[in-house]
């Protein structure tokens, strides 16, 4: 069975930084792709940044310039690099990712359980 987990969260003043990390456990053939979601209180959640397994990257206009995803030397690992935090950056922010599970092109897709990010003076 294959898990995501987060870390990195925290309370940041604005303009500061922030770096999550995301790792799966399990028995994983290779990455098809990885990214981060977010949700604030009483919205839905949204995409913020997306790695494919080929390197291609996509951002949501809001953090376009200000964060960068990126992929680990483990084939299981997603970085996301938060700068110029603002307080519109407040959120949960989720792991997702879909792994190639063995030759056979079965897929695993899912989430992690969040790790809260608040931007605040």
């Known amino acids: 069975q294959v898990q995501l987990v987060e870390s990195g969260g925290g309370l940041v003043q604005p303009g500061g930084s922030l770096r999550l990390s995301c790792a799966a456990s399990g028995s994983i053939l290779s990455m098809k792709d990885m990214g981060w979601y977010r949700q604030a209180p009483g919205k839905q959640r949204e995409l913020v940044a997306t790695?494919?397994?080929?390197?291609?990257?996509n951002y949501a206009d809001s953090v376009k310039g200000r964060f960068t995803i990126s992929r680990g030397v483990a084939k299981n690992t997603v970085f996301l690099q938060m700068d110029s935090l603002k307080p519109e950056d407040t959120a949960v922010y989720y792991c997702?990712?879909?792994?190639?599970?063995?030759?056979?092109?079965?897929?695993?897709?899912?989430w992690g359980q969040g790790t809260q990010v608040t931007v605040s003076s």
């Open positions: 790695v494919t397994s080929g390197g291609s990257t």
């Open positions: 997702n990712a879909e792994f190639y599970l063995n030759q056979d092109g079965t897929t695993w897709h899912g």
